[in-house]
């Protein structure tokens, strides 16, 4: 079952605080009458705005601009009513109040987004972009967000499904026609290139796709090293932040701190650890153990080392335990090195970059994380990329079914054994866009969304 959609519904768009203006919004058959009740005068039932008080019985509420829109001109479909308040906590929750105790329900989460999406103003990869857009944490995903809720990319979508519809029917005639075997573009030769073609769009869908939500969801970075070489700094001059606690006393971090780094087409969700010694402190060598764990999960490991002991005991022990990891070699404390010694390292560590975590001077290694997950295609590409767990799930499933039929018909399957995998394929990209979704599915998706969207 869905939701209910015959309703009217009520909801901040803004957050409830202490702020000049404050947004609500009406979306239903009964916006403008339920407005219209505590309005001064009523808002005639036509686009326009218009300044109103609003009054509680006798008593005034506030004065209000009221921006209307009637069906189905209006992001929901419906008659809105959107109003424009003085923004206080107790003002915006008074007049939300009124509206409800003269029939509006509270709307769910994201419910004017779904109804936008029932009355067919926006299809799903819009509503998903408009979630993506609100809660964009770096400019790749601003700009995924902006692209796919403007619908620039619906094309794709739609192209695939056609491509895919096309040799379902070609096969169709084979099938309903057995006496017409040279139709057109239905040679197996023929249907075997045309289903290649499309496998690549998918395949780049969905690398684009997995390489732009790793990009943004964040890479699992682990900041590992000896004690006392600046791991705990290196972290606070990256989120430029005091968040680690920094002492030059070994063995000051015991815990794990984490910290988040958004740089224009990536993000690091880092992780400082305790520095790696021999040691017989038992909480120490707890912290120890979970730097190691932490080293071997993590997608990107920052290892930092001062010059002194860089090549000593415990960093080959490190050294070693990163030898099938992605990592990059940080020497700190750079401002104590003069270029003699710089050039030294560099000799034996051509990778190795210099940072100066006292000094905030980190710009090297800004720009080999940037280079090393150089996202500036995917911020310049104009091509359709979507970033759900949900879209990439059934990417990877359509994808599944597209390779099944190609090899189904390379193996000269009967070809209504290969049609029931594409019809499946054009199924699910049909479930992209939201045509063939259940309403359950449907209640998920908008209930991550915020309220008042
Ligand atoms: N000169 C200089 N000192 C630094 C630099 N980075 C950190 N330090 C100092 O080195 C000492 C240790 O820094 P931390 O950041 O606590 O080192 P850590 O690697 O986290 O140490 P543990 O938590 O003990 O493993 C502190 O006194 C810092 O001020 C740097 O770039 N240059
Ligand atoms: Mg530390």
Redesign the pocket.
């Known amino acids: 079952m869905g939701i209910n959609v015959i309703d009217t519904i009520v909801a901040p768009a803004t957050n409830i605080s202490t702020q000049a203006i404050a947004l609500i919004r009406i979306s239903g058959d009964d916006a403008f009458k339920i407005f219209n009740q505590i309005a001064s005068k009523p808002v005639p039932h036509k686009g326009g705005i218009y300044l109103r008080k609003l009054y509680e019985q006798d008593q005034l509420v506030d004065e209000v601009v009221v921006n209307a829109y009637v069906a189905p001109r209006s992001f929901t479909g419906e008659n809105v009513i959107e109003i424009a308040c003085h923004g206080g906590v107790l003002n915006t929750n008074r007049i939300i109040k009124l509206i409800l105790n003269n029939g509006a329900r509270m709307a769910l989460k994201g419910e004017f987004s779904q109804r936008s999406f029932l009355n067919n103003k926006i299809n799903l990869i819009q509503a998903e972009g408009i979630n993506d857009l609100i809660h964009a944490t770096n400019d790749l995903a601003l700009k995924i967000g902006v692209d796919n809720m403007s619908g620039a990319h619906n094309k794709a979508i739609l192209d695939l499904k056609a491509r895919v519809m096309d040799i379902i029917s070609r096969i169709q005639v084979l099938i309903d026609y057995p006496e017409y075997d040279d139709v057109e573009g239905s040679s197996n030769q023929e249907l075997i290139d045309a289903l290649i073609n499309i496998n690549i769009l998918v395949n780049n869908l969905l690398t684009r796709s997995q390489m732009a939500s790793k990009s943004i969801e964040g890479i699992k970075t682990a900041i590992v090293?000896k004690?006392?070489?600046?791991?705990?700094?290196l972290l606070n001059a990256l989120i430029s932040e005091d968040k680690a606690i920094?002492?030059?006393?070994?063995?000051?971090?015991r815990d794990i701190v984490e910290g988040v780094i958004n740089l224009s087409g990536v993000t690091l969700n880092l992780i400082?650890t305790?520095?790696i010694r021999q040691t017989k402190d038992v909480v120490e060598l707890i912290g120890i153990k979970k730097s190691k764990d932490y080293l071997n999960q993590a997608e990107l490991v920052l290892f930092?080392v001062d010059y002194q002991q860089l090549n000593d005991l415990e960093n080959i022990e490190i050294f070693n335990l990163l030898k099938n990891k992605n990592y990059i070699l940080i020497v700190?404390?750079?401002?104590?090195l003069n270029d003699q010694q710089q050039n030294e390292i560099i000799q034996k560590h051509p990778d190795a970059i210099f940072?100066?975590?006292?000094?905030d001077d980190i710009n090297q290694l800004i720009n080999k994380i940037k280079e090393k997950y150089n996202n500036d295609e995917l911020l310049k590409s104009d091509e359709l990329i979507l970033i759900n767990i949900n879209q990439i799930n059934l990417i990877e499933q359509i994808k599944l079914k597209l390779e099944t039929a190609l090899n189904n018909i390379n193996n000269y399957l009967p070809v209504d054994i290969i049609n029931i995998d594409l019809y499946d394929a054009w199924g699910l990209l049909g479930e992209l866009t939201g045509e063939q979704i259940e309403d359950e599915i449907i209640d998920n998706i908008f209930r991550k969304y915020c309220l008042g969207k």
Request: hydrophobic share 25%; charged share 20%.
């Open positions: 090293g004690t006392n070489v600046g791991k705990s700094s920094v002492t030059d006393v070994h063995g000051t971090t400082d305790a520095g930092v700190n404390k750079a401002d104590q940072t100066s975590a006292l000094k």
